[in-house]
């Protein structure tokens, strides 16, 4: 759906039920109305005022009038080989975010979602840091990327079944509306606290709150480095909070919630995937609630880094399991797109330029 920029409409997805009725309310519509639009949005998923049937032509011609279903304008997708579908959306004052689905064959389909357009973090190996920062998303915002796949997953007899914050942008530094979108996918789209995931490049402070929220969500750390002058240089957020204060908050996180905290780790051929920094690693997470997930790095266009091989990746991995450290590898999803997060902007942009 495209409008203005300035367009005054409402948007229903950031409304809550009550705010729904009121609106509903002003524009003359019997209180019944609301409860009959709200399950058309969330139950039967509809993106669409014209697919509500029971509503009379009066009342969807008033909310046309007044509101969306939605803020996102599609501006380009692409299709993996695997199955991995990418998309590009604008918001409404013009900023870009990806979203990212991904079928599994244990028939999981995961959206990977973003929390911010751009990235304030600077992580020099991500296409999303390397552009820098636009905004924080609205809790709405964040909410309508996994909204979309799961109507149109419904409308093929599909479910969402998992949702990762592991798109554009550092959620902990978008930390109220990040939460908020979680608590809107867990009741609007029935998405289990067990089935997200949010995924952090180590605000320290924030793990902490996290882990006093009370929820079942899962957290992920990216790590990448186990000395602190190494890591500050790939994540410059380790000179605000480095590897010591970081653990002792997965610590935290960990006695506070009883559940195992995901390590992240970028695997860079020769920068990272020594047996040398496997045992330093190993070292690091002895004792920790943890599992260690390997993802052999993206590469992208203004960082020199390659993915480490996977027979690197199988030594590092052994090490770590003598120290009673569990890991696996993750697939590599949509090589053959621009995957990683940032990259389709990216490529837009350069395309847009030549054109």
Not at 74 to 79: S, Y
């Amino acid at each position: 759906m495209t409008r203005s920029h300035s367009s005054p409409m409402i948007n229903l997805y950031a409304l809550t039920f009550k705010e729904l009725s009121a609106l509903l309310t002003e524009l003359g519509e019997p209180p019944y109305r609301a409860r009959q639009i709200w399950d058309w949005m969330y139950e039967r998923r509809v993106d669409r005022f014209d697919a509500m049937s029971n509503l009379p032509k009066a009342t969807i011609a008033r909310l046309r009038e007044k509101a969306t279903l939605g803020s996102l304008e599609l501006v380009a997708r692409q299709q993996s080989r695997d199955g991995t579908e990418k998309r590009l959306h604008r918001l409404v004052d013009g900023q870009l975010i990806e979203s990212v689905l991904m079928p599994y064959d244990d028939e999981r389909k995961t959206a990977c979602i973003s929390s911010q357009a751009g990235c304030a973090m600077g992580c020099v190996f991500c296409a999303t840091g390397q552009m820098g920062f636009g905004r924080n998303l609205a809790a709405s915002e964040i909410f309508e990327q996994a909204m979309i796949f799961a109507r149109e997953l419904a409308g093929r007899g599909e479910r969402l079944s998992n949702v990762v914050f592991m798109g554009m942008g550092e959620p902990f530094h978008n930390y109220d509306a990040t939460l908020a979108a979680v608590r809107l996918l867990m009741t609007r789209l029935d998405i289990g606290a067990r089935h997200i995931t949010i995924s952090t490049v180590g605000l320290a402070p924030q793990i902490r709150r996290f882990a006093d929220e009370g929820l079942q969500v899962k957290l992920a750390v990216s790590l990448h480095k186990t000395v602190d002058a190494q890591r500050s240089a790939l994540m410059p957020v380790n000179k605000r909070w480095g590897i010591d204060a970081l653990l002792d908050a997965c610590r935290y996180y960990v006695a506070r919630s009883n559940r195992r905290i995901t390590i992240e780790w970028a695997a860079i051929a020769g920068e990272n995937d020594t047996e040398e920094e496997a045992h330093r690693l190993g070292r690091l997470l002895t004792g920790l609630l943890c599992h260690v997930n390997i993802i052999p790095l993206n590469p992208t266009g203004d960082y020199a880094g390659l993915p480490a091989a996977a027979a690197r990746i199988e030594n590092f991995s052994q090490a770590l399991r003598g120290y009673g450290v569990s890991s696996t590898v993750r697939v590599r999803r949509g090589i053959d797109i621009d995957a990683g997060c940032g990259q389709l902007i990216t490529a837009v942009q350069r395309d847009k330029a030549v054109g």
